[in-house]
C-alpha cells in the first residue's frame, strides 16, 4: 500500500513525524508537507505563482504552499503511482464544528478526496499547551484507517477523526460517529492601530459556547463526543451540493429570458 501524508503544520510537526513512523508499519510512505504553518488556509490551491518544492530525503519532500498544493502536487506531478490513502495530519489542535471548514489539514484530505482517493484528516484536542501521547494517536489512527479499508467510504468523503485530550490512552472509551456542532466565537474580529495610526485586525477571539439550536441530540456532536473521552469520526462529503431547495425553477427559468430580451432591446435603442 502506498500512503501518502501531509499537513498544515510544517515537516518538523511532532504530530507529523509519529504519524509517519506508525503509518510506515503499513505500506511505502510518502511525506509532502508544508514549508512553514498554513493554520487556516482550507482548501487553498496556489495559482497565481510557482511553487517552490525541495527534496529532504527519499520520499520526503517540503513544499512552499497550501496543504491543497502539497498533495496535488505529489499526485500530479512527483509520485510515480497514485497513492493507495491520504492522511492528513496529526494537526495540533482539534478541528471540529464550523472550524473543520477553514482547516488547512481538513483541506489536504479534501484534495485527495476530490482526485478519487480515500483521505482521512486527523487531529488532535490541546489542553494546557500539549495533546495526548502522539505515538498512541499516530498508533489508533492507522486502527482506524485499517478499519476504513475493510469497511471502504464512498467516493468524495473525507473521514475527519479527531482525538480528545487524555493523560492515559486507556481514557479513551472508544470511538463514535458525530456530527460537525456549530462554535460560537466572541470578539471575532479584533481591531487595534499601530503607533502611526493604522488600522490593523487580528480574526479570532474567546470561545463562548456551542450553538445547540437545530440539533436534537447534543450527545451526537462532535465537541461533545471528545468532551467524553471518545474519537470523534465525522464522514464528510466534499460534494458540495444538497437534494432539496425547490421542486420547480420554471418561473424563475421564465423570468430570466424575459429580463435577457429587456436588456437585449435596451442594447438597441438609439
Same mark, same amino acid.
Given at each position: 500500500?502506498?500512503?501518502?501524508?501531509?499537513?498544515?503544520?510544517?515537516?518538523?510537526?511532532?504530530?507529523?513525524? @509519529?504519524?509517519?513512523?506508525? *503509518?510506515?508499519?503499513?505500506?511505502?510512505?510518502?511525506?509532502?508537507?508544508?514549508?512553514? $504553518?498554513?493554520? +487556516?488556509?482550507?482548501?487553498?490551491?496556489?495559482?497565481?505563482? *510557482?511553487?517552490?518544492?525541495?527534496?529532504?530525503? !527519499?520520499?520526503?519532500?517540503?513544499?512552499?504552499?497550501?496543504?491543497?498544493?502539497?498533495?496535488? #502536487? @505529489? #499526485?500530479?506531478?512527483?509520485?510515480?503511482?497514485?497513492?493507495?490513502?491520504?492522511?492528513?495530519? #496529526? %494537526?495540533?489542535?482539534?478541528?471540529?464544528?464550523?472550524?473543520?471548514?477553514?482547516?488547512?489539514?481538513?483541506?489536504?484530505?479534501?484534495?485527495?478526496?476530490?482526485?478519487? #482517493?480515500?483521505?482521512?484528516?486527523?487531529? @488532535?484536542?490541546?489542553?494546557?499547551?500539549?495533546? +495526548?501521547?502522539?505515538?498512541?494517536? @499516530?498508533?489508533?489512527?492507522?486502527?482506524?484507517?485499517?478499519?476504513?479499508? !475493510?469497511?471502504?467510504?464512498?467516493?468524495?468523503?473525507?473521514? %475527519?477523526? %479527531?482525538?480528545?485530550?487524555?493523560?492515559?490512552?486507556? !481514557?479513551?472509551?472508544?470511538?463514535?460517529?458525530?456530527?460537525?456542532?456549530?462554535?460560537?466565537?466572541?470578539? /471575532? *474580529?479584533?481591531?487595534?492601530?499601530?503607533?502611526?495610526?493604522? $488600522?490593523?485586525?487580528?480574526?479570532? +477571539? /474567546?470561545?463562548?459556547?456551542?450553538? *445547540?439550536?437545530?440539533?436534537?441530540?447534543? /450527545?451526537?456532536?462532535?465537541?461533545?463526543?471528545?468532551?467524553?473521552?471518545?474519537?470523534?469520526?465525522? &464522514?464528510?462529503?466534499?460534494?458540495?451540493?444538497? $437534494?432539496?431547495?425547490?421542486?420547480?425553477?420554471?418561473?424563475?427559468?421564465? %423570468?430570466?429570458?424575459? !429580463?435577457?430580451?429587456?436588456?437585449?432591446?435596451?442594447?438597441?435603442? &438609439?
Amino acid at each position: 500500500m502506498v500512503i501518502l501524508i501531509t499537513n498544515d503544520d510544517g515537516l518538523d510537526s511532532e504530530g507529523l513525524i @509519529a504519524l509517519r513512523k506508525e *503509518a510506515e508499519k503499513l505500506g511505502e510512505v510518502w511525506v509532502f508537507a508544508t514549508w512553514e $504553518d498554513r493554520s +487556516g488556509s482550507s482548501h487553498a490551491i496556489t495559482l497565481t505563482s *510557482a511553487i517552490r518544492v525541495m527534496k529532504v530525503e !527519499e520520499r520526503v519532500f517540503k513544499v512552499d504552499g497550501t496543504p491543497t498544493d502539497c498533495v496535488n #502536487i @505529489a #499526485i500530479n506531478g512527483i509520485m510515480p503511482k497514485t497513492p493507495d490513502i491520504v492522511i492528513s495530519g #496529526i %494537526n495540533i489542535g482539534e478541528n471540529i464544528g464550523d472550524d473543520t471548514l477553514y482547516s488547512g489539514t481538513f483541506g489536504g484530505a479534501i484534495e485527495g478526496a476530490i482526485l478519487g #482517493i480515500p483521505s482521512f484528516a486527523v487531529s @488532535a484536542r490541546v489542553k494546557d499547551g500539549r495533546t +495526548g501521547d502522539l505515538k498512541a494517536i @499516530a498508533r489508533m489512527t492507522c486502527e482506524i484507517i485499517k478499519f476504513s479499508l !475493510e469497511n471502504p467510504l464512498p467516493k468524495k468523503v473525507v473521514l %475527519n477523526i %479527531n482525538f480528545p485530550f487524555f493523560k492515559s490512552p486507556t !481514557e479513551i472509551k472508544g470511538v463514535k460517529l458525530a456530527k460537525l456542532s456549530r462554535r460560537v466565537y466572541g470578539e /471575532k *474580529a479584533l481591531h487595534f492601530q499601530d503607533p502611526r495610526g493604522r $488600522d490593523f485586525w487580528f480574526i479570532g +477571539g /474567546k470561545e463562548l459556547k456551542v450553538d *445547540a439550536d437545530g440539533y436534537e441530540d447534543l /450527545k451526537d456532536l462532535d465537541y461533545f463526543v471528545l468532551e467524553e473521552k471518545y474519537i470523534s469520526i465525522t &464522514p464528510i462529503k466534499v460534494e458540495f451540493k444538497i $437534494d432539496f431547495w425547490v421542486d420547480d425553477l420554471s418561473l424563475l427559468s421564465e %423570468n430570466i429570458r424575459k !429580463e435577457a430580451f429587456l436588456w437585449e432591446e435596451s442594447q438597441e435603442e &438609439p
